[in-house]
């Protein structure tokens, strides 16, 4: 990979701030630190204006190159996704070192080195996958930064320090640097999306197949679904969630549990109410720590508390069919379409309920967006991995064949990010012709060739 993508000179700030020359050149401007004033007179006259973090991220996405302190040039073959309003600025970054070596993983910007600090950053997890600290000002030495002016992350790992600012003496305009934009293409952009997306889907069921070694195949699918209903913000939390109240905790309640208590039950192993009563003993506590909650940001509709209660109601209905395993395979070897498989996976609201959490009236626990996810996601994958096991080859067969005429799911950031860098390579006819989710978990796979090779 190295050597893929020419390393460009420039670093430019023209399209965001409206100047053609770079950072570095223009430090008065756009720096809060502009050296000794002298006199009242000059002070006010010359007084500054804050860059925005706001500017920096359009001029990261911008830039071709960073550079460290001693002016070593760093090459950006991808800037990243930007993070949302948690974790990192941009995610997925892949950046070419000097001596030809790529890094992948997140990017965070400051305008000052001390942001790191002032922001928490040091003891957020969310931060552990940062591996290049990048701000416009490089002033000096701080006694909380190392002597190589790196920052040290919650899980104690060291991140180096780059600059978004010009190479010393490189004074290449934006037209010159604009040749060297374009994106690296792997090898395996070559496909199309529909082979494309069968590899993630063969690559997910395989790697479900490995934990059926260790687990049975209704807690493969309860941890799926519950993952898919934590979005970005939560997967982790649900994930550990699921490991906290597995499936057999579930089974324990009975099959005549009502999905109110079962809500209660996971609301108690999230960590949002007490035990509820009449368990006993039969439910011990769930074991290690609660899951960390993103509860502040998002929409109303995608807090955990509301997820729980869809994965209550779904949970009750498997209870009825024997498990998760008993009643998705039943459900599909006789479903016609993929679309029946995604009305089964919807909850309704249900304002009369009386359980601890109230939603809206007219708002579905989980809507046909989410619930076609989770399709696609979890339960199609894992039912054509614990049936090749089983050798119930007909469910085995028609989890594939309802995989790959699955209509398509709504839209995410990877894949609005990835019709975006194919149409940049000249490839839109492709794009504008997506109909199925076969093909948008194409735009994914080739989105992870990029970021993360040899994983999905």
């Not at 030809?100 to 922001?119: A, K, L, P, Q, T």
């Not at 687990?215 to 939390?237: F, M, Q």
């Not at 009502?258 to 006993?280: C, H, K, M, N, Q």
Request: aromatic fraction near 6%; include cysteine; glycine fraction near 10%.
């Amino acid at each position: 990979m190295a050597g893929a993508i020419p390393v460009a000179h420039a670093v430019m700030l023209a399209p965001v701030i409206g100047t053609g020359r770079c950072v570095a050149e223009a430090p008065r401007r756009y720096s809060r630190y502009s050296g000794p004033r002298v006199g009242r007179h000059n002070a006010s006259r010359h007084k500054t204006r804050p860059v925005a973090e706001t500017v920096l991220h359009s001029a990261w996405q911008a830039a071709r190159t960073v550079i460290d302190r001693n002016g070593t040039v760093y090459g950006i073959i991808y800037a990243g996704i930007p993070g949302g309003s948690t974790g990192p600025d941009f995610r997925d970054v892949v950046i070419e070192r000097p001596d030809g070596r790529i890094v992948r993983g997140d990017v965070e910007i400051h305008v000052r080195r001390s942001g790191w600090f002032e922001h928490g950053h040091h003891r957020d997890p969310a931060y552990n996958g940062v591996v290049f600290h990048v701000t416009l000002d490089d002033g000096p030495q701080r006694p909380d930064y190392s002597p190589d002016d790196s920052v040290t992350s919650a899980a104690g790992i060291s991140i180096p320090l780059l600059l978004l600012k010009c190479p010393a003496g490189s004074q290449r305009d934006m037209a010159d640097s604009s040749a060297d934009g374009k994106i690296y293409a792997p090898r395996a952009w070559q496909m199309s999306l529909k082979d494309a997306g069968d590899r993630r889907f063969f690559a997910r069921s395989s790697g479900l197949s490995l934990d059926l070694r260790s687990i049975s195949p209704n807690e493969v699918i309860w941890r799926e679904v519950l993952e898919c209903l934590g979005y970005t913000a939560n997967r982790r939390a649900f994930r550990r969630l699921a490991e906290r109240l597995p499936w057999r905790a579930i089974a324990g309640l009975g099959p005549d549990a009502p999905s109110d208590y079962i809500e209660r039950v996971l609301l108690w192993a999230a960590g949002f109410t007490e035990r509820p009563p009449g368990l006993g003993r039969a439910l011990p506590a769930p074991g290690g720590a609660k899951p960390e909650w993103a509860s502040k940001f998002g929409r109303p509709d995608n807090r955990p508390e509301r997820r729980i209660a869809g994965a209550a109601a779904l949970a009750r209905r498997w209870l009825r069919a024997g498990g998760p395993d008993a009643a998705l395979s039943e459900l599909i070897g006789a479903a016609e379409d993929p679309k029946n498989l995604v009305e089964s996976l919807t909850v309704p609201a249900d304002p009369h309920r009386g359980a601890p959490h109230q939603e809206k009236r007219g708002r579905a626990l989980i809507g046909n967006g989410r619930a076609a996810e989770i399709s696609v996601n979890a339960v199609l994958p894992a039912l054509h991995a614990i049936t090749e096991r089983d050798g119930r080859w007909h469910v085995h067969e028609r989890a594939l064949a309802f995989f790959r005429d699955h209509p398509k799911t709504p839209e995410n950031a990877v894949t609005r990010e990835m019709r975006r860098l194919l149409k940049e390579r000249g490839q839109p006819q492709e794009i504008q012709k997506i109909s199925t989710a076969r093909e948008q978990q194409g735009l994914v796979y080739l989105y992870r060739t990029m970021t993360r090779p040899a994983t999905v």
